[in-house]
């Protein structure tokens, strides 16, 4: 049971920890309180929404599964457009962070696939308040790697990294609809 939370939390984690790694990018001045805020507001939200989805049962499933992956697309990419633009126009001046609401949208954005694993737990056999402790825990700290991780790779690479960045957070979204069958060849 706990081995089944670890894997799920790792699998949802996944998303969160390429966001981190894009902030980590123009994470300069402050990358613990980066690295803190991300692992902090992503934890979280990963971890409270296996307990909404598990609360909302199947009452709810289908019309949340035919948005969710839309929902996260648009404001991923919205980001990554936003990361890619800033990057562009900037003139040897260093892009910002993501803060505030922003991180709030982007935790949001990619936990909303954490709600959908909500429904499974029964069907794992994972209690849901061990699996949300799971995935808030590792996702937390996957995060606050990322953030140190993209960090160091975004020193080497300059400006470029923020074009990298912003198209991450967009193939992300990309490969969000591409899961959920939003983007298949017919």
Known sequence: MFLSACVLALALAADAFAVSLSQGV?????????A????????????????IGWGAGL???AAFAAYDHWIAFVMLA???VKLIWEGWRNTGEAAKRVSGWGVAVLALATSLDAAGAG?????????????????????????AGGVYLGRAVGARLGKTAE??????????????????GALALS
Not at 163 to 180: E, N, P, Q, R, T
């Open 26 to 34: 123009v994470a300069r001045e402050r990358p613990h309180a980066t």
């Open 36 to 51: 803190l805020m991300l692992g902090g507001a992503f934890g979280l939200a990963q971890g409270l929404m296996p307990l």
């Open 59 to 61: 009452v709810m499933t």
């Open 78 to 80: 919205a980001i990554g």
């Open 119 to 143: 429904l499974a737990l029964d069907a794992m056999e994972i209690g849901p308040l061990l699996a949300a402790c799971v995935i808030a825990v590792i996702t937390a700290l996957a995060c």
């Open 163 to 180: 074009y990298l960045g912003g198209a991450a957070l967009i193939a992300i979204g990309v490969k969000i609809l591409w899961d959920h």
